[in-house]
């Protein structure tokens, strides 16, 4: 699906996704990707909502957004409550659903000027 929406700025904006496929600004990823305004972490190590564990949750505190949208892949899938602990003790607030709404929900937050992360599994084909 193409996105339109213009932020007039330099944040990153998340273009398009598909199965196998998100594009952000004008770079393409095909592995699991990290959003932020200001920053992508390409190649995150979850590649299927199976492989989510702490650790990767754990890397997300250091960037510090005060929200995370978890992308789930083709459906929205509800990790375990502990992985996402790292997230709570943080202050940190998180939603989590399919890939899809949360580029949507990614980009309409970034857009109002959030500091939102984007922690995207691919759509699978």
Known sequence: ???????????????????GQITVN???????????PGQIVADWPPQRFEDLALAH???IVPLSPEVVILGTGQRQRFPRAELLAPLIVAGIGWEVMDTGAACRTYNILMGEGRNVA?????IEN
């Open 57 to 59: 949750i754990e890397k």
């Open 26 to 36: 004008q770079d393409s990823y095909t592995r699991s990707v990290i959003v932020l």
């Open 1 to 19: 699906m193409h996105i339109q929406l213009e932020t007039g700025g330099q944040a990153n904006l998340i273009r398009t996704y598909a199965a």
């Open 118 to 122: 984007a922690a995207l599994l691919m």
